[in-house]
């Protein structure tokens, strides 16, 4: 049974870093492409951040560019998402995601079929 545990979430103020875990079992991170997404309260589920396979193609949310970094520990089995400047706009409950595809890494949710639990992150002061 594939499942996915993300952790790292928290309270932080604006400017602080966090840095979310998302750990695999009954599945290999390595061989899909792999996603970081948002969701806040009434709103729906974003795009965050994604990578291939093979760690060629990365993606970021334009909202997000230049501040959060996906990576992966694939000794690990472990998909990683550094968030540093955090927004109050941040705010929300994030969850990780294996593609169906392994090359490209998709902007769209539908394109992902295993998802984690999720994770919350609150920015506020």
């Known amino acids: 049974q594939v499942q996915f545990i993300e952790s790292g979430g928290g309270l932080v103020r604006p400017g602080a870093s966090l840095r979310l875990s998302c750990a695999a079992s009954?599945?290999?991170?390595?061989?899909?492409?792999m996603g970081w997404f948002r969701q806040a309260p009434g709103k729906e589920r974003d795009f965050v951040a994604g990578?291939?396979?093979?760690?060629?193609?990365?993606k970021y949310a334009d909202s997000v560019k230049g501040r959060f970094t996906i990576s992966r520990d694939n000794a690990k089995n472990t998909l990683l998402l550094q968030m540093n400047s955090l927004k109050p706009e941040d705010t929300a409950v994030y969850f990780c995601?294996?593609?169906?595809?392994?090359?490209?890494?998709?902007?769209?949710?539908?394109?992902?079929?295993?998802w984690g639990q999720g994770t919350q992150v609150t920015v506020s002061s």
């Open positions: 990578i291939s396979r093979t760690e060629v193609s990365v």
């Open positions: 009954g599945h290999t991170l390595s061989t899909y492409a």
């Open positions: 995601a294996s593609s169906r595809f392994s090359g490209y890494v998709s902007l769209d949710a539908n394109d992902y079929d295993t």
